[in-house]
């Protein structure tokens, strides 16, 4: 286990209002914590989102989830990497990076893995709200 992080923060389709069936994988391996921020910048790339690290005061809108068994650490992490592309075809870049964060919650702050997007988001909307859900809840109503 890297670094003893046992914490996830998601903040596209894996939160649990989109209702994706690797939701059902996180919910089975993660208890949920509560909603969460983190610095950085969201591009909405049509079915998911790009989360970009910043040092500036821009947040990502998300939920925080502890592993429920330690010890199945790496074997969970694993099946997440290969859900995020972190094993691409030869060849090919890697979709995201895994990266311990900053999260804040509940007036407290932890550290937490999150998967950077790792290409390049010139020319993609930008989230300004920082929240994937609420961008797209709002895109369907248009």
Sequence with gaps: MKNNITSLFVYGT??????NAAYDYISKH??????????GELYDLGEYPAAIPTDEELFIKGELY???????????ID???????????????KLYTREPVQVFYNHQS????IYWYNKDV?????IASGDFFEATTFKSKV
Aim: proline content about 4%; hydrophobic content about 35%; overall charge negative.
């Design 30 to 39: 993660f208890n949920w914590i509560g909603e969460a921020k983190v610095k």
């Design 122 to 126: 010139t020319g993609k909307p930008l």
């Design 79 to 93: 099946q997440l990497d290969d859900y995020e592309g972190l094993n691409p075809e030869e060849g090919e870049v």
């Design 14 to 19: 894996l939160r649990k209002g989109f209702h």
């Design 110 to 113: 932890t550290q937490a893995w």
């Design 66 to 76: 502890e592993l429920k068994e330690a010890g199945e650490f790496d074997w969970v």
